[in-house]
């Protein structure tokens, strides 16, 4: 089985394999992290079959490693995504996504009386709980979870 | 405080909340003193208002300061397009302090960022209006000569009311036990209570005041919204039981004050308003002595 996978989405050499990813939610983490931006080369695979998540979706990107605080920005879309440190074809560092403690720029607040939704301001929001993912507005004031979450 | 801008209740600890009540009751004794000569106040209200505009330009005007702005939106370049951020870059070279109500919620903390000069909240939406809360806190050391450890009513639409949100989320700090009186579809949102809970502080709901009228220190009579009923029979049913008529005062306490951050409708009965336990005129006034010690502390002229 493992041999399959590698087949749908070769393997690299140097650079970072983020896998888990919800396989709807593959393209907001392209969006998220600047791939459809950068230089490197970057292979993705997406409706792959997963145990956990029924779909999930993997991006390799090659010669590129983030830093903690880029790759939590996932955190919203891709709670679950894990992510692999390549070097010479082996893993050398397996790290997982955390919720940070505020978001900017992301998400869109879900009350439609707000100034961010009116007027052109970057969001900001804290994190009141990580679990579930609660988020509350820094300028309204209002809470924002899941199940209303736009990302922008 | 000092060139802080002041847009949520959250923004100001215990010790300044009573900072503030301390210099109002300085204002109260001596209500004019010239210490805002040569201050420009910028009041922009892009929503009307009457009370509150007219309290904070009278605040202005005994403390000697200039006043300019507008007292809607309809009379400026807001009816041409231009954005809050503009307004503010603005009349942020214009004025020493900024006071603004609008529509949209988090317009104020958003014009704190942009300006730079000290923004006083003076209403956004549905969010927050501090010098209302500051005023509540006011007219209730007052009238009963502490804040610790009181029974508060609050009575009415629980859901929306952002004056009592506000005003439970002050109170807190001070040991208070709250009563909510509300019909169902106006209860007080599940995360206050949770707040309260975490503080350690009780709280009763209750959907009629009549049988416990008599517990109460402070009753905080809010207005109940016909459109805020999903069910028009309901709101019919449900209408007279958050009016406060006279004869339901016999039994209370002696110190009881009721309070309301007005404009009522109907549910203060006229009839109250000669009782010595009406207070809500009184407490319109205070908003004045409140508002000149937010003014003269942001400016650190006290």
Do not use: W
Not at chain 1, 69 to 90: F, M
Not at chain 2, 192 to 218: C, G, H, P, S, V
């Amino acid at each position: 089985m493992k041999d399959i996978k590698h087949l749908v989405v070769s393997a690299i050499k140097e650079g970072t394999v983020i896998d888990h990813i919800p396989a709807k939610d593959l393209f907001k983490v392209i969006s998220i992290l600047g791939l459809d931006h950068i230089e490197n080369q970057v292979t993705f695979g997406s409706n792959l079959d997963s145990k956990k998540l029924g779909k999930k979706a993997i991006i390799k990107i090659s010669g590129l490693f983030f830093r903690n605080e880029d790759i939590n920005k996932i955190a919203l879309v891709a709670p679950e995504a894990k992510l692999n440190i390549i070097k010479n074809y082996n893993v050398v560092e397996k790290k997982v996504v955390e919720v940070p403690d505020s978001i900017t720029g992301i998400a869109k607040c879900v009350n439609p009386k707000c100034i961010t939704n009116n007027e052109e301001i970057v969001t900001r929001f804290t994190v009141v709980d990580k679990k579930k993912v609660i988020l509350k507005c820094y300028y309204c004031e209002k809470i924002t979870n899941q199940d209303n979450m736009r990302i922008i | 405080m000092k060139n802080r801008s002041l847009v949520s209740i959250s923004d100001y600890s215990k010790e300044e909340y009573l900072k503030i009540l301390d210099l109002a009751e300085e204002f109260e004794k001596t209500p004019r003193q010239e210490i805002l000569n040569g201050h420009v106040v910028a009041t922009l209200f892009f929503e009307p208002s009457t009370r509150t505009r007219l309290s904070f330009e009278s605040a202005v005007n005994r403390l000697g300061g200039k006043i300019l702005g507008f007292a809607d939106a309809s009379s400026t370049s807001a009816t041409k397009g231009e954005t809050l951020r503009d307004t503010i870059k603005i009349v942020c070279n214009y004025a020493d302090l900024i006071v603004m109500r609008h529509p949209l919620e988090g317009s104020a903390r958003f014009a704190s960022e942009v300006s730079s000069v000290p923004v006083i909240n003076a209403g956004d939406g549905a969010n927050q209006h501090p010098s209302q809360t500051l005023l509540d806190l006011y007219s209730i050391r007052r009238t009963q000569g502490r804040l610790e450890n009181l029974n508060i009513f609050m009575v009415g639409d629980l859901k929306y009311g952002r004056t009592v949100h506000s005003l439970l989320m002050a109170m807190s700090q001070f040991n208070t036990t709250f009563y909510f009186i509300s019909p169902d579809e106006l209860k007080m949102p599940d995360e206050y209570k949770r707040y309260l809970k975490n503080m350690n502080l009780k709280y009763y709901e209750f959907k009629d005041f009549t049988d416990i009228i008599n517990q109460a220190d402070i009753i905080y009579m809010t207005r109940v919204q016909k459109e805020r009923f999903s069910d028009p029979i309901e709101y019919e049913r449900t209408k007279n039981v958050y009016i406060l008529r006279s004869l339901m005062l016999k039994e209370t306490k002696p110190n009881v004050k009721i309070l309301h951050p007005l404009p009522r409708v109907n549910e203060i009965n006229l009839d109250v308003d000669s009782s010595e336990k009406a207070y809500y005129f009184t407490q319109a006034l205070n908003g004045v002595f409140v508002r000149q010690a937010i003014i003269s502390s942001i400016l650190g002229l006290k």
